[in-house]
């Protein structure tokens, strides 16, 4: 199984060396990736870039980069940077944003998928032919010298937060998949993985990404993930997905319990389409049940039966 983390810190010191701590003791765990939020005080292609240097083993990813605010020119010599640096172990993955990531910069959040198909066809021709002449409706990349980086090999694969209809036939024609979250199975077999492999000219990757704990506190796990992630009820995109599952708020998408009820909630994923599936929050029930939760993801990596 493509199992992997998606890793963060709390109350440190210095950030960055406490993540690379994290992600050394995650790989002796056995988990054979981890991938990065983009948030507004660190650069997750950056750190992507660090951890994959100090921790060979692990494969590294950002899920998500929002497009709105940057620039393709300016995302391909990062990921490239990183792909470089991580000898080929790097996984860039961009959301469409919001208005809340849009505000931050002053823009106005308007015709998102329209800004995401034009950032896809200039970062697509960047990383495929080392140049671009790309004239669109909101972007230009028109880069004087070239912008293929030595070392960066194999291509960058591009992956895109997409769950809704359009975003996914922009993201299946575009990128090399998605990373769909509070999806849940149903939904995930149901509309995201038909939806983007109809607009995929080959299999797409879908990455999954998914709230989970192994915990013998399933209860206060349970409220330490109605606290957590509270934002995304009030998320339109997420509000349509936890609603296509049947669930009432992004809490209801968290998978809490001992190693069997989690390892068989992992396998519905894969059975729903799943190509790789991605545990978040697996700090809800403090750091002891996070390195039994990444226990049973290298065990499951490694084929280990939990029956």
Excluded: C
């Excluded at 209860?219 to 998320?235: G, I, K, N, P």
């Excluded at 729903?272 to 049973?296: F, I, N």
């Amino acid at each position: 199984m493509n199992l992997g983390i998606a890793l963060a810190q709390a109350n440190t010191t210095n950030y960055v060396d406490a993540i690379v701590l994290a992600a050394r003791e995650a790989a002796q765990a056995g988990v054979r990736s981890v991938w990065f939020g983009q948030r507004m005080d660190y650069d997750s292609a950056a750190l992507a870039a660090i951890v994959g240097r100090e921790v060979p083993q692990l494969q590294v990813g950002t899920s998500a980069i929002p497009v709105v605010g940057r620039h393709p020119l300016l995302v391909s010599a990062q990921a490239q940077t990183t792909q470089a640096a991580t000898h080929g172990r790097y996984h860039l993955g961009l959301a469409v944003g919001s208005s809340f990531a849009a505000g931050a910069f002053g823009l106005p959040f308007d015709r998102p998928i329209a800004r995401l198909r034009e950032f896809l066809t200039a970062l697509r021709e960047l990383l495929d032919t080392g140049t671009a002449d790309f004239h669109g409706e909101l972007l230009t990349a028109t880069p004087p010298m070239p912008t293929a980086l030595p070392g960066a090999q194999p291509r960058v694969p591009v992956l895109v937060a997409a769950m809704g209809a359009q975003s996914l036939r922009v993201t299946g024609e575009l990128a090399d998949g998605t990373l769909p979250y509070l999806a849940g199975p149903k939904t995930l077999g149901e509309h995201i993985v038909p939806a983007i492999t109809k607009a995929s000219s080959t299999p797409p990757r879908i990455v999954a990404f998914v709230p989970a704990v192994v915990t013998a506190h399933v209860e206060a796990a349970r409220a330490e993930a109605v606290r957590q992630l509270s934002f995304y009820d009030q998320v339109p995109s997420y509000t349509r997905v936890i609603e296509l599952e049947g669930a009432t708020r992004a809490a209801d998408l968290a998978v809490i319990g001992d190693e069997e009820t989690v390892a068989a909630q992992i396998r519905r994923y894969f059975e729903a389409g799943a190509t790789e599936v991605v545990l978040t929050s697996t700090d809800l029930a403090g750091p002891d049940d996070q390195r039994r939760t990444w226990k049973l993801l290298g065990e499951l990596a490694a084929g280990i039966s939990t029956n």
